[in-house]
C-alpha cells in the first residue's frame, strides 16, 4: 500500500485565541459567530478541550468552532495548502484545500507555518446546515476576505498518524466508520513511534524535494509530520536496512558481465509525457543508452529489449503499479482520473535481466466534466409532493456549479423536462396527485461541461387506503406447516409500503380468526400446527390511510404424517420345502390418514442385505413359494400411506426343510483310459437340496452283461477304477446323498479301456562288417491286439547307459562310425499305438582291431627347464609334446613327425621330442602320426612353432633417485611398470661385502629401488638382459654413493614452570653422527599466531623462556640439526619437528601449586603425529579388510 500522510497537528491547525462555545449560536451580525471547521475523508483533527486533554475527529465531519469577536480565525496550514471560508446564511465554515499550480492569489499575504499553543476548548455542533457556499481565500486578518475561486483536486484517500494524547474521547465518534478508522490511526501512531525511536541514533536523512500538489491534501504532506520529520519514508528505509545484506550477496555472486549488463539497461532516459488529457497521456522514451559517465560502454546493445512503465498516482515515493510490459517506445494510457498529479517511470528488461526503473517523469491529467450522479433518492412522500435529494459526483478538478434535475411530469412517456436547476442538493417537487408516479434523472455541470443524467428512477406519492387484496395462495404444505403467499392489492404503487395481516381459524378451536403475521412480506409459513387439520385465512392490507377490507376466506389442510412401524411378521401355518405363508397387524399409529399399501421385502440368507419386494398391496398376508429348500430367508413390512412412507418392521428368520439331493451329471473320464484302470471324475449335483453333501456312489457294469456293482463310495469327486480288461467297456452311474438320503443315479456313461502294448522281443543280432561298421537284426513280437507301429534300438559302449540309435518300422539297422577292439551292448523294444512294451535282454558284441587313432594335444613345451636335452637352444631347437592315442587293439610301435619340406622324422615310442638344427627366429609346421603293425594313423592337426632369437646386450643403467638408505635405479627405455608378460627380462645384480655379485632383481621392469643402504657408501652394480633365447652378456660395473642421513624426530619436549613469567623447556639428547655434531632448534608459537618463531638454536637440551603472558598460550616444537663437515663445504641438515606441546601461562597462588603447574603442563594434550595417524590409520584398515575377507568367507563361499 502506498504510505499515507500523518495527520495535522494541533498546534499549527487554530489558533489560541477561539474560546469555548456555551451555546451554538448560528448568527452573522453578532459579536459571536459559528465557524465550521470542515474535515475531508480519511483525515483527523485534532484539538484540546477545557480540561486539557486531547480529542481527535475523523472525517468526513464539520466541527463547529466559536470566534468571540466575529472574525474567522487565522488557520496555518502545510505548504502548497489554502483554507477556503465559505459562507451559508451566516454560519462560515473553513475548508482546507491543495492549493492549484497555476492559482498566484493577488494581494494577500502568504500564511506560514508558525507554531501556536494548542486550542484550549471547543464544543460540537451536532446539527449541519448544507446550504450553497460562496468561496473565500485565505483569511489574512480578522474580516479580511476576498471572493477568489479555489479548484479541488481528487486524491486517494488518506490516512494520517494521531497524537500520541488522542486516545480520548472516542465515545464522542459521530459514526462506527469513524470508530475503525481511529483504531486504524492508534495502531500506525505505535508502530511508527517504536520506527521513531530505532532512528533516534542514526545520523539525519537527506533534504526532502518539495512535494507536488499531488502529495498534499487538505493541509497534510505525504511522508512528513507536522515537526517536519520524515516519517512516511521510515518504512521504506528500514526494509531497504533489513534486506540489504541479502542484496548485497546477491550482487557479489552475479558475475561482471551481468553487472555491467545491468548497469546499461539502467542508464535509461525517464519518460516524456505528452498529449495530456482528462482521462489519456502518451508517454514516448528512448532505449538505454551506452554512454555512461561521459564514455563509451562497451557493453553490446541487445537486438531484443522490452520495457515496463511503472505509474504512481500516490506521489514520486508512492507505490508504483505496472500499466504496460512490451518492446514499443511509446504507449497511450487510458483510464486515468482527471485534475490527478501522475509520476511515470520506465524499466528495461532484456534476456530475464532488469535494470534499475529510470526517473520518474511528473505529469498533471486535465480537468473535465463532472462524473455521472447517482439516482435521487427520496426523502419523503406525502399525496401532492415529494422531496428528492443527491450527493454530488466526482468534480473532476472544477468545482460544480449547478445540478439539473428532469422529470417526466407523471405522464410516462419518455419525455423529461427541467423542474430544478441549481447548487442545491435536494428539490421539492409540489402540486401532484395522490398516487403519482413520476421518474426522475440529476446530471452535474461545471465549467468544463456537463455529465451525462444518471439511471431513471420511478417514485409515487401516498394515496388512499389499499383495496381489498386476493385470498392468499397455498404454496406449500407440510405435516405442521402451511406455506402461503398473497399478492398486493390491485392499482397499488410499486414503492408505496403496504403491510399485510394474516389471520387464520381453526375449526375444531371455536376461537375464530386470529392473527397470525403482521408485516410487509407476501409470503408467510405458519407453524405448529396439527397433522391433517383443516385450517380457514383471509388477509388484510393496510398502510398510512387505512385498512383494506379482508379477502375470501380460503381452507387448507395440513398433511398427514407417515405412518408408524407394523409389528414384526410371523408364519401362519407349516413351512415347506419350497414354501410357507406370512401375516402381520398393522402399525398402532396411521400417521392420520389410512394405510392404502403393504410392503412385503425378503432376502436370502441369515445376514443377506439385499431387499427383494416380493408382495405389494392392502392384505395383511402372503404366501411365499418358489423357494429352494434347506434356506435361509429374512423377511421385513412397511406401510404406505398418504402421509409417506413408514420405516420397516423387525425382520422375521425363516428355514426351510430340506430335502434328498438332485441327480448328477454321468461321471466323465479324466485323461486317457488306460488298459487295465481308468480315472473318473465328477461335480456335485445341481441341486442339493438344502443340505451340503455328504457322500457319493459309483456303479459299474460290463456293457455285455447287466450285473452292476458299486465300485467306489466317498466324499471325494475322483475315483480310480482298477483291475479292468483291455479294450473293453464299461458304464458308470453316480448318485449323491446328504443328511437326508441318496439321490437318484445319473445317466449312464460308457468308457472303453485302451489296448495293451506289445510283448517283449528276443535278443536281437550282431554281425560286425569291419572295424567301425556293425549290422543289427531282429524279430516281430506279439502285437496283443494292435500293429506294432516303430522299435527302438538302444546301443552303447557301457551296459547301463544305452542311447537310442534307432527308431523306426524296419526289423534291421546298420551302426557306422565304430571304436576298433571295443566292446558295445544294445537291445530293442517295440511299440504300438497304445504303448511301448518291455526291453529285450542285452546283447554285447566286440569290434575288431585297427590302425591308431589320431595323435591329440600336440603342443610346445614352454618351460625350459623341462627340457632334458642338454644341448637345447630355443634359438636353434624346438621342443614338442604330445599324448599318446589309442592304439585301437594293436600296440603302437613308433611315431612319424612332419615339421616341413623335409622329409618325415620317425621316432620310438615316447611323448616328447626336440627338433634341432633349426634356423633362428623361424616359423615351422608340425604335425604328428602313429604307427602300429595294421599301419600309420592319422595326422593330428597342425601347430605353428618359432624358434627364438639371439640373446640381447645389457642395457645402461643409470640413478635416478636416492637418499641415505635407497637407490632407485634405472635401465632401458619404456615404462617404469612395465608387464610380466614382456619378452625382455633384466637381471640386476650387486656386489657384496665378499666382493661377489649376488642377484637383487629379475623381472620386465626397467626401474628398481635398493634400500637397507648405509649412508655416504658406495655400491657396485651391474645388469644383463634375458629374453626367449636366454641370458645375454653382463654390462660393465656401475658405482653409486649414498648420501648422509638427516637427524630422527625427537620426542616432545617438557615444560616446567619456574614462576609466573619463566618457564624451562627440555627435549632429549641426540649423540654425534658419524662423527658430525647435533644442535637443536627450538619454535614457539604465540597465542593465535599462525606461525613458528625461533627462539633457541645450539647444542643445549634445555632453555629457559622469559617474557610470559598470564593467561597465554605457547606451543613449543623442537628439531635436531646435523652438522656435516664435509670437505666440499659446510652443510646443516635439519629433521623433522617434534610433537608440538601446549603450556598455558597462570597466575601462581601458592608457592606449593608449581609441581602441580608444571605437571598439567607436562600431561597437556598432545595431537598425535603424522607417522601416529598413518599408523592408526593403517591398523584400522587392515582390521575392517580382515573382518570383510572373513564375512565373504563365511557367507558367500560357503
Known amino acids: 500500500m502506498a504510505e499515507h500522510p500523518p495527520l495535522l497537528d494541533t498546534t499549527q491547525i487554530l489558533n489560541s485565541d477561539i474560546s469555548l462555545l456555551s451555546a451554538p449560536i448560528v448568527s452573522a451580525d453578532g459579536t459571536q459567530q459559528v465557524i465550521l471547521v470542515q474535515v475531508n475523508p480519511g483525515e483527523a483533527f485534532t484539538i484540546r478541550r477545557e480540561d486539557g486533554q486531547f480529542q481527535c475527529i475523523t472525517g468526513p465531519a464539520q466541527v463547529p468552532m466559536m470566534s468571540p469577536n466575529g472574525s474567522v480565525p487565522p488557520i496555518y496550514v502545510p505548504p502548497g495548502y489554502a483554507p477556503q471560508v465559505i459562507e451559508d446564511n451566516g454560519v462560515r465554515r473553513v475548508v482546507v484545500v491543495p492549493q492549484a499550480p497555476e492559482f498566484h492569489p493577488g494581494g494577500h499575504t502568504v500564511i506560514h507555518r508558525t507554531p501556536h499553543p494548542p486550542l484550549p476548548g471547543f464544543i460540537p455542533v451536532p446539527t449541519m446546515m448544507p446550504a450553497p457556499r460562496h468561496m473565500y481565500s485565505p483569511v489574512t486578518g480578522a474580516g479580511d476576505m476576498a471572493t477568489q475561486y479555489m479548484p479541488q483536486y481528487q486524491s486517494s484517500q488518506v490516512y494520517g498518524d494521531v497524537d500520541a494524547h488522542a486516545t480520548h474521547g472516542r465515545s464522542n465518534f459521530r459514526d462506527e466508520r469513524s470508530s475503525k478508522t481511529y483504531e486504524r490511526l492508534q495502531k500506525k501512531l505505535k508502530d511508527r513511534q517504536g520506527t521513531q525511536k530505532d532512528k533516534m541514533s542514526s545520523p539525519p536523512s537527506s533534504p526532502q524535494k518539495c512535494p507536488s500538489p499531488m502529495n498534499e491534501h487538505n493541509g497534510i504532506i505525504k511522508g512528513q509530520n507536522a515537526s517536519g520529520v520524515n516519517t512516511g519514508s521510515t518504512k521504506s528505509k528500514s526494509g531497504r536496512s533489513k534486506g540489504s545484506t541479502q542484496v548485497d550477496t546477491e550482487v557479489e555472486e552475479k558475475d561482471e558481465e551481468t553487472k555491467a549488463f545491468e548497469a546499461f539497461l539502467s542508464n535509461i532516459v525517464k519518460p516524456v509525457a505528452s498529449d495530456i488529457q482528462a482521462r489519456t497521456v502518451v508517454l514516448t522514451w528512448s532505449p538505454p543508452s551506452s554512454f555512461i559517465n561521459g564514455e563509451t560502454d562497451e557493453t553490446p546493445v541487445p537486438e531484443l529489449c522490452g520495457y515496463e512503465i511503472l505509474v504512481s498516482s500516490t506521489g514520486k515515493d508512492g507505490k508504483y503499479k505496472s500499466v504496460y510490459a512490451g518492446e514499443e517506445t511509446s504507449v497511450t494510457l487510458n483510464d486515468l482520473k482527471p485534475a490527478t498529479d501522475y509520476h511515470a517511470k520506465v524499466q528495461a528488461e532484456s534476456s530475464s535481466i532488469k535494470g534499475a526503473p529510470s526517473e520518474a517523469e511528473s505529469f498533471t491529467t486535465l480537468s473535465c466534466e463532472p462524473d455521472v450522479p447517482n439516482p435521487p433518492r427520496i426523502a419523503n412522500r406525502t399525496k401532492n409532493s415529494l422531496t428528492l435529494q443527491w450527493k454530488a459526483p466526482s468534480d473532476n478538478g472544477s468545482k460544480i456549479q449547478s445540478f439539473v434535475l428532469e422529470w417526466d411530469e407523471g405522464k410516462g412517456n419518455g419525455q423529461f423536462y427541467q423542474c430544478y436547476v441549481g447548487s442545491q442538493k435536494q428539490f421539492k417537487v409540489t402540486k401532484l396527485s395522490p398516487a403519482m408516479g413520476c421518474k426522475f434523472r440529476l446530471s452535474a455541470k461545471n465549467e468544463y461541461g456537463t455529465s451525462g443524467f444518471s439511471e431513471e428512477v420511478l417514485y409515487y406519492t401516498s394515496g388512499c387506503a389499499p383495496s381489498m387484496p386476493a385470498s392468499p395462495v397455498l404454496a406449500k404444505a407440510g405435516v405442521t406447516w402451511l406455506s402461503l403467499q398473497w399478492s398486493k392489492p390491485s392499482g397499488t404503487p410499486s414503492d408505496e409500503g403496504i403491510s399485510y395481516i394474516l389471520e387464520m381459524e381453526e375449526e375444531a378451536s371455536g376461537y375464530g380468526f386470529k392473527p397470525k403475521y403482521d408485516g410487509e412480506d407476501l409470503a408467510y409459513t405458519v407453524k405448529n400446527l396439527r397433522r391433517s387439520t383443516k385450517y380457514k385465512f383471509k388477509v388484510i392490507a393496510y398502510n398510512s390511510e387505512g385498512k383494506s377490507n379482508p379477502s375470501e376466506v380460503v381452507e387448507f389442510t395440513t398433511c398427514p404424517d407417515k405412518p408408524g412401524v407394523p409389528v414384526k411378521p410371523s408364519i401362519k401355518g407349516k413351512i415347506h420345502s419350497h414354501s410357507f405363508k406370512i401375516t402381520w397387524d398393522p402399525p398402532k399409529d396411521n400417521g392420520g390418514a389410512l394405510i392404502n399399501k403393504y410392503v412385503v421385502e425378503m432376502a436370502e440368507g441369515s445376514n443377506g442385505n439385499k431387499w427383494d419386494m416380493i408382495y405389494s398391496g392392502a392384505s395383511r398376508e402372503h404366501l411365499c413359494d418358489r423357494l429352494n429348500p434347506g434356506c435361509f430367508y429374512r423377511l421385513r413390512v412397511y406401510c404406505i400411506s398418504d402421509g409417506g412412507q413408514s420405516a420397516v418392521s423387525e425382520s422375521l428368520l425363516v428355514q426351510t426343510p430340506a430335502v434328498p439331493p438332485g441327480p448328477c451329471l454321468p461321471p466323465r473320464l479324466q485323461g486317457r483310459p488306460k488298459a487295465k484302470e481308468i480315472q473318473l471324475r465328477w461335480g456335485p449335483p445341481l441341486i442339493d437340496g438344502g443340505s451340503p453333501i455328504s457322500c457319493y456312489g459309483i456303479e459299474m457294469s460290463p456293457a455285455e452283461k447287466d450285473e452292476p ?86 546301443w552303447g559302449g557301457v551296459e547301463g547307459s544305452m542311447q537310442i540309435c534307432y527308431c523306426g518300422p524296419g526289423l534291421s539297422y546298420e551302426l557306422k562310425g565304430l571304436s576298433p577292439a571295443t566292446t558295445y551292448y544294445c537291445r530293442v523294444q517295440a511299440l504300438s499305438v497304445v504303448g511301448a512294451g518291455p526291453f529285450s535282454e542285452v546283447v554285447a558284441c566286440v569290434t575288431p582291431p585297427s590302425v591308431p587313432a589320431i595323435v591329440t594335444c600336440l603342443q610346445e613345451i614352454c618351460d625350459d627347464d623341462d627340457v632334458e636335452n642338454p644341448h637345447y637352444s630355443p634359438s636353434t631347437c624346438l621342443a614338442i609334446r604330445w599324448e599318446k592315442p589309442c592304439d585301437h587293439g594293436s600296440e603302437i610301435l613308433a611315431y612319424s613327425i612332419d615339421f616341413g619340406d623335409k622329409q618325415p622324422l620317425t621316432v620310438g615310442k615316447i611323448s616328447s621330442y626336440v627338433i634341432d638344427n633349426l634356423q633362428p627366429d623361424t616359423t615351422y609346421r608340425i604335425r604328428i602320426q602313429a604307427l602300429n603293425s595294421l599301419g600309420a594313423g592319422p595326422f593330428s592337426h597342425m601347430i605353428k612353432l618359432k624358434t627364438k632369437p639371439l640373446p640381447p646386450d645389457p642395457p645402461r643403467l643409470e640413478c635416478v633417485a636416492f637418499n641415505h638408505q635407497n637407490l632407485k635405479l634405472k635401465w632401458g627405455e619404456g615404462s617404469p611398470k612395465t608387464l610380466s608378460s614382456d619378452s625382455v627380462q633384466y637381471h640386476l645384480q650387486m656386489e657384496d661385502k665378499n666382493g661377489r655379485f649376488v642377484s637383487l632383481y629379475r623381472g620386465p621392469c626397467h626401474t628398481y629401488k635398493v634400500q637397507r643402504l648405509n649412508e655416504s657408501t658406495s655400491y657396485k652394480f651391474c645388469i644383463q638382459a634375458c629374453n626367449e633365447a636366454g641370458e645375454g652378456p653382463l654390462s660393465q660395473e656401475y658405482i653409486f654413493t649414498t648420501p648422509k642421513s638427516v637427524p630422527a624426530a625427537l620426542k616432545a619436549p617438557k615444560i616446567e614452570k619456574i614462576n609466573d613469567h619463566i618457564c624451562e623447556i627440555t627435549w632429549e639428547c641426540l649423540q654425534p653422527m658419524k662423527g658430525d655434531p647435533v644442535i637443536y632448534s627450538l619454535q614457539v608459537m604465540v597465542g593465535k599466531d599462525s606461525e613458528f618463531k625461533q627462539v633457541y638454536r645450539g647444542p643445549d637440551s634445555a632453555f629457559r623462556f622469559s617474557s610470559l603472558q598470564l593467561n597465554c598460550e605457547y606451543r613449543f616444537r623442537v628439531c635436531a640439526i646435523r652438522q656435516c663437515q664435509d670437505p666440499v663445504g659446510h652443510q646443516d641438515l635439519v629433521g623433522p619437528y617434534s610433537t608440538t606441546v601446549l603450556f598455558v601461562s597462570q597466575r601462581t597462588e601458592l608457592p606449593a601449586s608449581t609441581s602441580r603447574d608444571s605437571v598439567e603442563s607436562s600431561r597437556s594434550p598432545r595431537s598425535l603425529s603424522d607417522e601416529q595417524c598413518a599408523a592408526v590409520i593403517l591398523v584400522l584398515f587392515a582390521f575392517f579388510s580382515i573382518l570383510i575377507a572373513f564375512i565373504i568367507q563365511y557367507f558367500v563361499i560357503k
Open 709 to 794: 456293482r458299486e465300485v467306489y463310495q466317498g466324499s471325494e469327486v475322483e475315483c480310480t477304477v482298477s483291475s479292468l480288461l483291455p479294450g473293453k467297456t464299461y458304464s458308470f452311474r453316480l448318485r449323491a446323498a446328504n443328511k437326508m438320503g441318496f439321490g437318484p443315479f445319473s445317466e449312464k456313461c460308457d468308457i472303453t479301456t485302451a489296448p495293451g502294448p506289445p510283448d517283449q522281443c528276443r535278443p536281437p543280432q550282431v554281425t560286425c562288417r569291419s572295424a567301425t561298421c556293425a549290422q543289427v537284426n531282429w524279430e516281430i513280437p506279439l502285437s496283443n491286439g494292435t500293429d506294432v507301429t516303430e522299435y527302438r534300438l538302444e
